[in-house]
């Protein structure tokens, strides 16, 4: 066999080797894809059973306790308190405690756009150099937005004060028309349980029961 021979013989081998390889590599993701769609079927099943479960345990849990808030709701009317937008109850002992109800969550009507564009024209009047600008700024970061897109209804009160201190017309009718602009809307209705764990220093502290599949 001739070196011409012989180097164009190892290079067929090398080149068999390589579609063999590929030809592997292309067999293996075959294989993983097929394993991952037999584990995320079954997977996806036990979520959701498990989703399923815990709604209907969240539902049963609510009707259980319903008496129970209406009870509530009626002993804060007669003591003249709002309605409240969370309760807890605990057991005579201390051992166990149930927190249950919904936050509420700060929004807005469309309209409230204009309300913020006269606040800033007006503070944006203010900024005569760069000292004042600073101040100007601190003041407008108040009117900053929440992660869901709407202004903090606190922010808006501190902003309100500012405003009938200054007592331009401008500013509070800006203001005027944010704070009648805001929506708030109801959250989600949670339910939170702790038990009560005693300590080796014969103290005790409350333990969170995980009711996500995120939580240990």
Known sequence: MTLEEKAELEAFRKEKERKAAIEAKRKM???????????????????????????????????????LLEMR????????????????FTTSDGSMRIEMGYNMLDAYMDGVEE??????????????????????????RLLSRDQAGNLKASRVLQLARIAKETGDEEFI?????????????????????RRKKSLENGEAEWVDLPLSITEN
């Open 29 to 67: 993701r075959e294989d993983l894809q097929e394993l991952t769609d037999e584990v995320m079927g079954e997977a996806f099943a036990d979520l959701e059973a498990c989703s399923e479960q815990l709604k209907e345990c969240r539902e049963e849990v609510w009707s259980k306790f319903g008496t």
């Open 73 to 88: 709701r009626e002993v804060n009317t007669e003591a003249g308190k709002t309605e409240q937008n969370s309760y807890t």
């Open 115 to 140: 309300g913020i564009a006269k606040v800033k024209k007006y503070m944006n009047s203010l900024a005569k150099d760069e000292k004042s600008q600073v101040l100007v700024d601190s003041i407008l």
């Open 173 to 193: 009718e800006g203001i005027d028309i944010i704070q009648s602009c805001y929506r708030p809307v109801r959250s989600k209705r949670y339910i939170r349980a």
